[in-house]
């Protein structure tokens, strides 16, 4: 049976994603549209691509994460030329290591552009800073001036996944002048809007991966300090915008994933905690889905 699914965002806790996927796969589900943000853009666009759920575990084991935190060179010591970075690049990491490495493993597939995967299979979601808007890609690229079909889907992805100051935004240029674009998280981390046709018959039902608890079972933020604050602030806005469309209606067609104790940034996760995270997605997607009424 055909589906639609979308995947939320949430860092390195993304390899729980990949273990839902790989039960989706097993109850014989096939998608026909993909919608994700952050790290569950970057797993879209390997699915649309055409890997499988363990082609894309095996990419993942052979790959060393802590290679993909590209620093930029500087005489400067360590300790203070962290901080410049910082200031004018507005990012630790360039993120350019990790846009070379999708490239190259899309490509290896034949897919370099959004004219490579068929048309309004995927989209992924960033969020334009410049202009306060949430951006779906390839489709709001019209209103740059550019043409989607030509567009790099490593750099949409790139976009997708550019946590603020982990990694430097990246600039669109278009017919207006410059744009800095972030992680797709910061405006909407869990894009269930883009498949949400409560109004119309639906084509195929919409599966949705999410890596938190469910609104109602979330626990409360213990606020105590400046860095709790900015933490507790970043939070609210990631889920405020998506909290909306996640009524009873939907909870039953979302698999809940509340990864804990693995920080999104935590790009130093050994290969063993990795297994563990995909163990995690994969059992709780099967026990989703014996009981899913699609």
Request: glycine share 8%.
């Amino acid at each position: 049976m055909d589906i639609d699914i979308v995947f939320s965002g949430g860092g390195v806790k993304g390899f729980a994603l990949l273990g839902a996927y790989e039960a989706i796969e097993e109850k014989g589900l096939r998608w026909k549209r993909l919608a994700g943000t952050s790290a569950g853009s970057l797993l879209a666009a390997l699915l649309a691509a055409g890997y499988s759920a363990r082609e894309v575990m095996h990419l993942l084991e052979e790959l060393e994460f802590e290679r993909l935190l590209d620093e930029r060179a500087s005489w400067i010591p360590f300790p203070v030329w962290k901080w410049v970075r910082l200031y004018w690049h507005l990012g630790l990491y360039q993120g350019k290591a990790l846009e070379r490495w999708l490239e190259s493993v899309l490509a290896a597939r034949g897919v370099r552009t959004f004219q490579d995967v068929p048309a309004g299979s995927l989209y992924i979601v960033a969020s334009d800073v410049t202009n306060g808007r949430i951006v779906v890609l390839p489709d709001d690229l019209n209103a740059y001036g550019i043409d989607p079909s030509s567009f790099s889907v490593a750099k949409a992805v790139r976009m997708s996944v550019s946590i603020p100051y982990f990694f430097e935004p990246v600039r669109l240029r278009g017919q207006n002048g410059t744009s800095l674009i972030v992680d797709g998280g910061v405006l909407s981390n869990f894009p269930l809007f883009l498949f949400d046709e409560e109004k119309k018959t639906k084509k195929r039902p919409v599966l949705g991966i999410q890596l938190s608890a469910k609104p109602g079972e979330r626990p409360k933020r213990k606020i105590t300090n400046a860095l709790d604050l900015y933490e507790a602030l970043f939070a609210a806005m990631k889920e405020a915008h998506d909290a909306r469309y996640i009524s009873r209606r939907h909870e039953k067609n979302i698999v809940f994933l509340p990864v804990e104790n693995v920080m999104s940034t935590e790009f130093s996760v050994d290969l063993e905690a990795r297994r563990r995270l995909i163990d995690y997605g994969r059992e709780r997607t099967r026990q989703f889905l014996r009981q899913w009424a699609y």
